[in-house]
């Protein structure tokens, strides 16, 4: 069964950028992701949390959300970020956790879209924080596709 | 003087993400910021452009081109991203590279104001390419504070 901790695994090994973020896995119960990264490897030239790395977190919770919510069905789509917008609300001076959260309905509105068309869209947010502050908000869309669908020609679907 | 090559050597060392990314500087002309970096650490499960790190690149592109705008001036002002909007537009399979571009009255209405207040706000806009094509844009909006003024207490100004 595809579960957090395989999830983790899966973007540490094929996102390099995870790993040297050091994501770990926090809590997934269906309808919430939570991830984590510690402070250290994800700072700033002013020693709080360097932007670049809350969006990353954030844009990787939204987007694991959705991967296991499609692996519960047994779909191994293709999932690109869309658009993203952030806010970044307060200097974060310690460990990061990033949460997203969807309703049942929603979860299976986008699982019957794509299992109907092979491919749907979510729109999901993600809230930061950082010693019990919010530090960081990311409304993002997700596209699911067929995997390799949108792939260049030339480019060896795997 | 603080320049290209400092900025980009400043962040490497002080946004460890910026090392992991391979960050390098390309072009620096007073009013355009070019920055790169390769894509195979900045890879996703997709074997393209990890969405994180077009954002990160995007980040810090735009960060950089107010940092230096700033010690160019002599001011070592904290520079924080507020907020950003990222749009995905294609896959990227190659090379990223990330521009950020403002004009002299741009660059002259913000020095002149942090000059005035100790303070002062930016938005950019920066393009990411890969193989020629367009394939991230982030609008952003920064501030420039006087150093130390948004630490907490506790926190040791450097």
Redesign the interface.
């Known amino acids: 069964m595809f579960n957090l901790e395989k999830l983790v695994a ?2 540490r090994e ?5 790993r ?2 050091a994501l770990e896995g926090l809590r997934y119960d269906g309808n919430e992701l939570i991830l984590t990264v510690p402070l ?9 949390a ?4 809350l ?3 954030a ?2 919770t939204g987007w694991g959300l959705l991967r296991l919510a499609l692996a519960e069905q047994g779909h191994a789509a ?1 999932l ?9 609300l307060a ?1 974060a ?1 310690g460990r990061l956790y990033a949460r997203c959260h969807w309703t049942s309905s929603e979860k299976a509105t986008f699982l019957s879209a794509y299992a109907a068309r092979g491919k749907a869209r979510a729109a999901v947010h993600v809230a930061c924080t950082s010693d019990d502050l919010e530090v960081c908000t990311m409304e993002a869309r997700y596209a699911a596709l067929t995997p390799g669908s ?3 020609a030339s ?1 060896p679907a ?1």
Chains 1, 2 share one sequence.
């Open positions: 899966e973007m094929t996102i390099p950028l995870t040297s973020m250290a490897p994800n700072v700033n030239d002013k020693g709080c360097f932007g670049g790395s969006a990353c977190l844009t990787v293709d690109y970020i869309q658009d993203q917008q952030t806010r970044f200097p001076w949108n792939r260049p480019q795997e």
